[in-house]
């Protein structure tokens, strides 16, 4: 009996110890919706955020060239709140870790940045490695019709033009008070192109630059 | 029970003490030329050789002629008339009963209550063969057989040294089995000599039939899944355990020779890795420790990361989880539980069953596992994948499977509430547990770190062998 007095004591102090481990409601893989991508837009007129949640799909899945895209939509006053409708409509509890890209609409040329970054750099499970970049229009809108991910090769693209400087999302945070470019992605032929840089000057959009590279 | 002078009377008791024993045959015999020295020949049929008992006991006293004249016939005829090679006096009766079921014939001579125990053992064993759990590639292919006295012969033949000393001991209040404890005097410790032989002398058991037995009997962490005994069916392997200074314990009955102390390096050793080329010994080492590791650690890493960590999965990894788990009804931790204990149950009756349906059964379990029920949505790929090569990895060192299945349920069942973390502490609480062994003053994990130039050649590597010391000098008086 002596020879187990350690051991059990020590025993029950960690299942007492542990017990709440198991009460914390994580969801297995297999059961989260993985998103892929974010894309923000902001309406000045009516200072409402839009934010659309790419989610892949495996319904159909073979090999992983297989990978088809749902997408999820929700407006709200700020991001936050789009967010949290997000949360509610989806039918599983999202996984945000594997999430390449963000996509920031026109909207955002007309607001400071901050914020934004703020808010995705918040969030417990974002990567901070994330590449976030911009566009001149809609671009989900034009592929409403299609099911296959518009994200995984859009970050594939961003992956190769890393070298060219464009900041992920923690580099960004720390670009305070200085100036840097974010890729501008644009459709052609329906893939991915990067047409130019858009320019910011403390998180406050100045110009965009043309094949600006640099 | 005492003797008696009368020969009648101890025929008669003996008659009634084995009235229901088919097998134990009485011989009255008399001496041809002197008739009134009758003597009664007692012997366990199938354990003394028909034959040698003619030659040995039957014939030369019936036909001796010097018997009627000699002065003390009964050291008469234990000196000059039977004719083996090994003749005691027995004067208790516990010790008669033991050599008459040992092969031995107890002679009774008129007049004398103290009978003799004349050598004429022929026990059925099967031959020297090649075990079937250590087989070697190039090694070797001789191993121990159920006598007792081949396994000694065997040792002997390979130690040809007046040092190799062999005590006896009798275990088991019901069965006195013959046991022997070998060692080689000068090489081995004395503490470790002296605390074997008081832990032998103080079993106390009904019965003794295995050398497991023993070895849970004299184990220093009785609770402890890992062994600190080792086993050995073949003759070289246990003859170079004596020659680093442990003991090996031989029991009758059984071809498993233990060994002692046994440290936990000792796991990952193989005889096959001094039969070949160093190069591939090394290999084969690291082989069996990297299996030790994913054995115990692979399913609960996957789980850890399936349910806790996902941002360490590949994205690519994580696609193709993801895809497989997507209907599965049972959660990871469920899944490969039930996996995992339905793997061994398939094992366990794959070796009970005999050998003509093992081949059906094994396709049978490998289609039903595999095929049907991931088809059928019960079961993810990656979990068979994971429980299969683990329980192959686990397959690599069949010594410590018992011990690596609990370590690996433990852990699972600590990953699936607190992830990798869970993983670690269970880490921590095996080295924990295993440091805290003791064998005979050594640590168990003693070679572990080794602490002379020479030992790290034949830890995690199997170094050239003018490199290797044989004797361990935590074992070896150093002489």
Redesign the interface.
């Known amino acids: 009996m002596k020879?187990f007095f350690r051991p059990g004591i020590v025993i029950l102090l960690s299942c007492i110890l542990?017990t709440g481990?198991?009460r914390s409601p994580?969801p297995?893989?297999?059961?989260?919706n993985?998103v892929t991508g974010f894309f923000a837009e902001y309406f000045p007129e009516e200072q409402s955020y839009r934010l659309s949640l790419e989610i892949?799909d495996?319904?159909g899945?073979e090999k992983?060239s297989d990978?088809t895209a749902k997408r999820i939509t929700a407006k709200g006053k700020t991001i936050a709140y789009a967010f949290e409708k997000i949360n509610q409509i989806s039918e599983k509890q999202l996984?945000i870790?594997?999430a390449k890209v963000i996509l920031l609409g026109r909207g955002f040329q007309a607001l400071n940045l901050k914020n934004t970054i703020d808010f995705f750099l918040n969030h417990p499970?974002i990567?901070s490695d994330i590449q976030i970049c911009m566009t001149q229009t809609d671009i989900l809108s034009e592929q409403e019709d299609s099911d296959s991910s518009f994200f995984a090769p859009l970050s594939s693209l961003l992956k190769r033009e890393t070298l060219c400087g464009f900041p992920s999302l923690y580099q960004l945070y720390q670009k305070e008070n200085q100036s840097f470019s974010l890729p501008v992605v644009s459709l052609n032929d329906a893939t991915p192109a990067i047409s130019s840089s858009a320019v910011f000057s403390n998180y406050q959009y100045q110009r965009t630059v043309q094949n600006d590279i640099s | 029970m005492n003797f008696s002078l009368n020969l009648q009377e101890n025929y008669e008791n003996f008659k009634q003490i084995f009235q229901d024993n088919c097998m134990v045959v009485f011989r009255y015999l008399e001496n041809s030329f002197a008739p009134h020295l009758k003597a009664v020949a007692i012997f366990a049929d199938g354990l003394v050789g028909a034959s040698l008992v003619n030659d040995y006991v039957v014939k030369p006293f019936i036909g001796s002629q010097p018997l009627q004249d000699a002065k003390n016939p009964l050291l008469f005829v234990k000196n000059s008339v039977l004719q083996s090679n090994d003749i005691v006096v027995v004067t208790d009766y516990e010790d008669c009963i033991k050599r008459l079921f040992s092969g031995d014939v107890i002679f009774f001579l008129d007049g004398y209550d103290t009978p003799l125990a004349v050598n004429a053992r022929f026990p059925a064993t099967r031959s020297i063969s090649e075990p079937e759990n250590e087989k070697s590639l190039k090694g070797p292919r001789e191993g121990f057989c159920e006598l007792i006295l081949f396994n000694t012969a065997l040792l002997m033949r390979r130690l040809k040294n007046d040092r190799l000393k062999l005590e006896s001991f009798t275990l088991g209040n019901r069965t006195k089995t013959p046991v022997v404890m070998a060692y080689l005097d000068g090489i081995c410790h004395e503490t470790l000599i002296c605390e074997t032989r008081k832990r032998l002398q103080q079993i106390n058991t009904d019965a003794i039939t295995d050398t497991n037995q023993i070895a849970e009997l004299i184990k220093a962490k009785p609770y402890s899944p890992f062994r600190t005994t080792g086993s050995s069916e073949r003759p070289d392997v246990v003859a170079n355990k004596l020659l680093e200074g442990r003991i090996a314990i031989i029991a009758d009955g059984t071809p498993q020779v233990i060994t002692l102390p046994f440290l936990f390096n000792e796991y990952f050793q193989s005889s096959d890795d001094y039969s070949i080329n160093f190069y591939f010994g090394t290999v084969s080492r690291l082989l069996r420790y990297l299996s030790f590791l994913i054995a115990i650690f692979l399913p609960a890493m996957y789980l850890a990361v399936v349910k806790f960590q996902k941002e360490i999965l590949p994205e690519k990894l994580l696609y193709s989880i993801s895809a497989a788990r997507m209907n599965v009804p049972l959660s990871a931790a469920m899944e490969l539980l039930v996996f995992l204990i339905f793997f061994e149950i398939l094992r366990e009756a794959s070796a009970r069953t005999p050998s003509v349906i093992g081949q059906t059964l094994s396709i049978a379990g490998a289609l039903i596992l595999g095929q049907t029920a991931v088809e059928a949505n019960f079961i993810s790929v990656p979990a068979i994948i994971i429980v299969a090569i683990s329980g192959l990895c686990s397959n690599v060192l069949p010594q410590m499977r018992g011990a690596m299945l609990l370590c690996r349920l433990g852990i699972l069942l600590v990953a699936s509430q607190i992830g990798i973390y869970g993983v670690i502490l269970g880490a921590l609480a095996i080295i924990i547990h295993l440091s805290d062994i003791t064998v005979s003053s050594t640590s168990y994990l003693n070679d572990m770190l080794p602490h002379s130039k020479g030992s790290w050649m034949d830890i995690y590597i199997r170094g050239p062998y003018r490199f290797l010391t044989q004797k361990k000098d935590y074992l070896s008086k150093g002489n």
């Open positions: 020879a542990l481990c198991s994580i297995e893989l297999g059961n989260v993985v892949a495996f319904s899945y992983s990978i996984y870790s594997h499970e990567n």
